[in-house]
C-alpha cells in the first residue's frame, strides 16, 4: 500500500530504503520472487504454488540476513576504487557471468603490477554450472591455471563475491556440493606461489573483470583467450578511466 502512490522508481526505491530492515529485505525478496515468476509464466513455464512462492521468499530473506550478518563480522573494506598491489605482487581481479536458465555463463581475469600495468587478460565461456557460486569458484580456478603457467609467485586474488572470499578463507563451505574444488583451490594456494592471499572488493573495483566475464561468455564451448598485448579497447579503457581517478 506505501508503494502504490509512487509516481516513478526512484520514489519507490525510496520508499523501500527508508523501511525497518526486516520490511525492508521482505519487499525486496518479494518483488525479485514477483518478477522471476512472471517472468517463468512469460516463458511457458509452471510457475509456483503460493506456498512454495513464500517459501522462496523467505529463503530469499534468510540468506540475506545471514549475509549481511557475516559481513558485519567480517569487517568489509572501505575502498571505491582499484588500487594498485604492493610491491613485487600482482593483482588479479576475477569475475563470472552466470545465467541460471541455461547453467552456463563466462569467466574473466585481469592481472595488473604496482605501476598498475595490464601483464595479462584473460576470457573463456563456462557450462554446466551448479550456480552462481559454482561460476565464481571456477572462474578463480581458471585464474590460479593462469598465474600458475605464467610463473607469477606473489599474487592479490580479488573478487567481487564475498561468499567466494568467505569459502576461501574458512572451512564453511568444504562440505558443499563444490567443496572438493574449493579444497584444491586452497591446497594450490599455499603450495604454488610464494605467497598469495583472496581478497573481497566492491564491484566499483572489478570492472574490467566484469567486462570479461562478458566477453567469455561468448566464446567456444571449451575455449579460451589470453592476452599479454593488445588487450581489448573497452578493457583498457576502463584501466586508463581508474589510473585518472587514481
Known amino acids: 500500500m506505501k508503494l502504490l502512490p509512487c509516481c516513478s522508481a526512484i520514489e519507490v526505491l525510496d520508499e523501500i530504503l527508508n523501511l525497518q530492515e526486516k520490511e525492508r529485505l521482505l519487499t525486496v525478496a518479494l518483488l525479485w520472487s514477483w518478477w522471476y515468476e512472471r517472468n517463468k509464466g512469460n516463458h511457458g513455464e509452471a510457475r509456483m504454488s503460493v506456498e512454495g512462492f513464500q517459501f522462496a521468499v523467505r529463503r530469499h530473506v534468510d540468506e540475506w540476513s545471514s549475509l549481511l550478518k557475516k559481513q558485519a563480522q567480517i569487517g568489509l573494506p572501505s575502498v571505491s576504487k582499484w588500487e594498485v598491489p604492493p610491491s613485487g605482487f600482482i593483482k588479479l581481479n576475477i569475475d563470472a557471468a552466470f545465467n541460471e536458465e541455461t547453467r552456463s555463463g563466462g569467466w574473466g581475469v585481469i592481472g595488473r603490477d604496482e605501476s598498475a ?130
Open 117 to 246: 600495468d595490464i601483464c595479462v587478460a584473460a576470457a573463456g565461456p563456462l557450462q554446466h554450472m551448479s550456480d552462481a557460486m559454482h561460476a565464481e569458484a571456477t572462474a578463480m580456478s581458471h585464474a590460479m591455471q593462469l598465474v600458475e603457467r605464467m610463473g607469477m609467485g606473489r599474487v592479490i586474488f580479488e573478487t567481487d563475491c564475498l561468499n567466494l572470499k568467505h569459502a576461501m578463507t574458512t572451512s564453511d563451505y568444504s562440505l558443499s556440493l563444490i567443496g572438493n574444488l574449493f579444497s584444491d583451490m586452497k591446497f594450490r594456494l599455499h603450495m604454488c606461489f610464494i605467497e598469495a592471499r583472496v581478497v573481497f572488493v566492491p564491484r566499483a573495483c572489478n570492472r574490467p573483470a566484469h567486462v570479461l566475464a562478458a566477453k567469455g561468455v561468448g566464446e567456444v564451448q571449451e575455449n579460451h583467450v589470453v592476452w599479454t598485448s593488445d588487450f581489448p579497447t573497452d578493457v583498457t579503457r576502463l584501466v586508463t578511466g581508474e589510473r585518472a581517478v587514481s
